[in-house]
């Protein structure tokens, strides 16, 4: 992308002056570094726009992954733009240390190793070479943690690099979605990172889902004094994106790292539904045809029942034809066959944070028992399906007694209906 200097200067002036009401003369490096990163976002826009058009009525893939190690974004994009010499030169003519420019930027960091890293190869790589690519994940407000050393002993510090906002995100408050919980729901938003391909006008994108309450203050107990519980919601909410990879040592950990993973898998296929219907409608026989779903690793795996659970429950597709769909549209990525990277989860946990997935995972396992004629097959159908009366009748008496009997019922009809 060539840009002329004289023009990358005056947008620099510009947005100092519109963010920070500075003159360049005036301005801190980290000032310069997001007014540079503003007019770099300015520039690109147009191509942006243009590629994510292109690709609306192509096959994508897209990457499911609950770390992408990025890196610093400065440097790497001038670089792909094929801008950074003119940037370079920019600064030496006004005396601007580039390198200290460059420093200021926060490192993302929300990835912890090798697979987050592959996941940001994996987007670079598809940008570069001008694939139909996006990827999704968490936007974790405290990615990797800052280290220090006091003592002889380790100490953790969050990271903050969301502490003064993030000059390469743009927040899609229209693709916003509600993700479900069994013990309530929160709003997932959406921010796009661009992922520039090098030496091409392609840049596709990073969807990243951050996680607000539905009511972000209960003012009756704030009027009550009860400050703590006033914004409980809003806490609980927010700590879903909040860490990567939080303490799962409790129940209560455990609980936050299920919820961390349904939740932007829920949101991620919510919107790649939403964004297939657009230009297809509701003919889902061709989904597979426009969709390839990557998993990376263990964490996004529950993807599989929850699209299940979009065609049934929403579409209104019948098991057969959904789960037809469903084989030929994921694709996974095993890092490690060692037992202790393998995710379980209690059961216990799992149904009453997730009921619906739930069932449909039991329904999947009873389905592939028959079909490989394993022994116990019919056996455990057997206590599946006993399992699942035992819920039906105290769903019912529940909302029996809530007084809406008649609408579920009408509901688990319709469902019920595409589930066997």
């Known amino acids: 992308m060539r840009v002329e200097k004289e023009v990358l200067r005056k947008q620099i002036e510009r947005n100092l002056k519109v963010s920070f009401g500075k003159e360049l003369g005036e301005a801190k490096d980290f000032e310069i570094y997001r007014a540079l990163g503003q007019a770099v976002m300015e520039n690109i826009a147009d191509n942006w726009y243009d590629t994510g058009k292109l690709y609306e009525k192509q096959k994508q893939a897209f990457y499911l992954s609950a770390e992408f190690l990025m890196g610093r974004a400065l440097g790497n994009n001038l670089i792909n733009l094929g801008m950074l010499k003119e940037v370079q030169e920019l600064f030496d003519e006004l005396g601007i240390d580039y390198n200290k420019v460059e420093d200021a930027e926060e490192d993302s960091a929300l990835g912890n190793g090798g697979l987050g890293r592959l996941a940001a190869c994996f987007l670079d790589s598809l940008a570069t ?19 220090e ?55 596709n994108t990073l969807r990243l889902w951050e996680a607000h309450s539905l009511v972000d203050l209960d003012l009756g107990k704030f009027n009550q ?22 303490n799962d040592s409790t129940d209560e950990g455990k609980k936050l790292r299920l919820k961390q993973q ?15 219907k657009k230009v297809h409608g509701n003919d889902f026989d061709k989904f597979a045809e426009f969709t390839a779903i990557q998993l990376n690793d263990t964490h996004p795996v529950i993807a599989i029942p929850e699209l299940m659970r979009i065609f049934i429950d929403i579409e209104g597709i019948s098991w057969e034809k959904a789960w037809s769909i469903v084989e030929k549209t994921f694709a ?8 202790e990277a393998l995710e379980k989860w209690p059961i216990d946990l799992f149904s009453r944070l997730l009921p619906r997935i739930y069932q449909i995972v039991q329904e999947i396992d009873r389905r592939f028992l028959i079909k490989v004629n394993e022994m116990l097959g019919l056996q455990l159908a057997s206590i599946h399906n006993l399992a699942f009366y035992l819920w039906l009748v105290k ?26």
């Open 262 to 276: 349904y939740f932007f898998v829920s949101a991620s296929l919510q919107d790649i539904v939403k964004r297939y």
């Open 332 to 339: 996974y990525t095993n890092h490690t066959i060692l037992a």
């Open 395 to 420: 769903e019912a008496r529940k909302h029996i007694i809530a007084g809406d009997f008649t609408t579920w019922k009408s509901e688990m009809v319709r469902q019920l209906s595409n589930r066997l």
């Open 225 to 246: 004094q009860d400050y703590l519980h006033a914004t409980q919601q809003k806490t609980l909410a927010e700590d879903i994106s909040r860490v990567l990879y939080p």
């Open 149 to 203: 050393f006091r003592d002889g002993y380790q100490i953790e510090k969050p990271e903050t690099w969301l502490k003064y906002g993030d000059v390469w995100s743009v927040m899609r408050p229209d693709d916003e979605v509600i993700v479900t919980f069994g013990d309530g729901s929160v709003r997932a938003v959406p921010y796009d990172m661009p992922i520039i391909g090098y030496g091409t006008n392609n840049i």
């Open 129 to 147: 070479l001008n694939l139909p690519g996006k990827g999704y994940g968490i936007r974790y407000r405290n990615g990797i943690f800052n280290q």
